[in-house]
Nanobody, 124 residues
Framework: QVQLVESGGGLVQAGGSLRLSCAAS????????MGWFRQAPGKEREFVAS????????YYADSVKGRFTISRDNAKNPVYLQMNSLKPEDTAVYYC?????????????????WGQGTQVTVSS
């Protein structure tokens, strides 16, 4: 069955780093745009970053530009989110998603699959 599975979350102090991974159960996800979203308790889910199926285009929320980097390895079909200079406001459940276009993911358009989420907690 088609699945997206996130890993790499955890507890980190402010200023630290984490790298999240998203693994797909089928190889055809290499032809999907991929993205990361996050949701904090009591708040709406928000867009974080996305990448085209080729890896040639990336998009970021203003709140994470310069700190987070999205990347992918189409040969092995994993997707990563490198998070540096983490802040307490980054605390949330992070979700991997697959969809039609990377640009459209910023508007929550064309998203076909979601992962189960991984918790990231940043302490002061």
């Amino acid at each position: 069955q088609v699945q997206l599975v996130e890993s790499g979350g955890g507890l980190v102090q402010a200023g630290g780093s984490l790298r999240l991974s998203c693994a797909a159960s089928v190889r055809t996800f290499s032809r999907y745009a991929m993205g990361w979203f996050r949701q904090a308790p009591g708040k709406e889910r928000e867009f974080v970053a996305s990448i085209s199926w080729s890896g040639g285009s990336t998009y970021y929320a203003d709140s994470v530009k310069g700190r987070f980097t999205i990347s992918r390895d189409n040969a092995k079909n994993p997707v990563y989110l490198q998070m540096n200079s983490l802040k307490p406001e980054d605390t949330a459940v992070y979700y991997c998603a697959a969809g039609t276009t990377a640009q459209g993911m910023g508007d929550y358009a064309g998203i076909d699959y979601w992962g189960q989420g991984t918790q990231v907690t940043v302490s002061s």
